[in-house]
């Protein structure tokens, strides 16, 4: 069965500094997504994107986060100048249509 | 602000039995209702949808839905130790999921 894959599993960081969380959709799903889920805590919208734009984003996708498709097939999430607060499990989704979504095994950032 | 909610739990229920998870949720415009599984540190996981109001069974799992009462929920029939998880309710709004805490099943044998 397609998976949606999600790089790297953990990831540590410094607070201030950049990361960029990875996916790789399920290739003929035409919806991207982020969600984060911080420990014990809802699961939170962060941005939806199809057709190469953002559709919908939350408040807390400020402008410290951006999202991209660098080459058709990648969707990444990069979180510039990361904040303690940051720290959550990342999880990228993916659907053929609204909704139905498959989600990747998620990120764990820590932010120290 | 649009609002999806759970009882935590954790919810305790003999092997063999109907567990029933509940949920309710302030959108009156949404269309699409999800029932998701967590195990601890994993990704939710799909286990049903439901646009209709009524009944809707797939396997041992059934969701139920009542549009006019804003009331989702998730019946498991003959319970098994590998249904213990976090089942987290997740209601359409505008194009996003807005999710519920989630409530933790604990099925004992």
């Known amino acids: 069965e397609p998976e949606v894959t999600q790089t790297p599993s953990h990831q540590v960081t410094q607070m201030g500094q950049e990361v960029i969380l990875r996916c790789v959709p399920i290739?003929?799903?035409?919806?991207f997504y982020w969600y984060r889920q911080i420990l014990g805590q809802k699961v939170e919208f962060l941005v939806s994107?199809?057709?190469?734009?953002?559709?919908?984003k939350s408040e807390i996708f400020d402008d410290q986060f951006s999202v991209e498709r660098p080459d058709g097939s990648n969707f990444t999430l990069k979180i510039r100048s990361t904040k303690l607060e940051d720290s959550a499990m990342y999880f990228c989704?993916?659907?053929?249509?609204?909704?139905?979504?498959?989600f990747g095994s998620g990120t764990r950032l820590t932010v120290v | 602000q649009k609002e999806v909610e759970q009882n935590s739990g954790p919810l305790s229920v003999p092997e063999g039995a109907i567990a029933s998870l509940n949920c309710t949720y302030s959108?009156?415009?949404?269309?699409?209702f999800f029932w998701y599984r967590q195990y601890s540190g994993k990704s939710p996981e799909l286990i049903m949808f439901i646009y209709s109001n009524g009944d809707k069974e797939d396997g041992r799992f059934t969701a139920q839905l009542n549009k006019a009462s804003q009331y989702v929920s998730l019946l498991i029939r003959d319970s098994q130790p590998s249904d213990s998880a976090t089942y987290l309710c997740?209601?359409?709004?505008?194009?996003?999921?807005?999710w519920g805490a989630g409530t933790k099943l604990i099925i004992k044998p």
């Open positions: 290739s003929n799903h035409l919806y």
């Open positions: 989704a993916s659907t053929p249509r609204l909704y139905g979504y498959t």
């Open positions: 994107f199809y057709n190469n734009e953002i559709s919908e």
């Open positions: 959108d009156r415009g949404s269309q699409s």
């Open positions: 997740a209601v359409d709004s505008n194009y996003q999921l807005i």
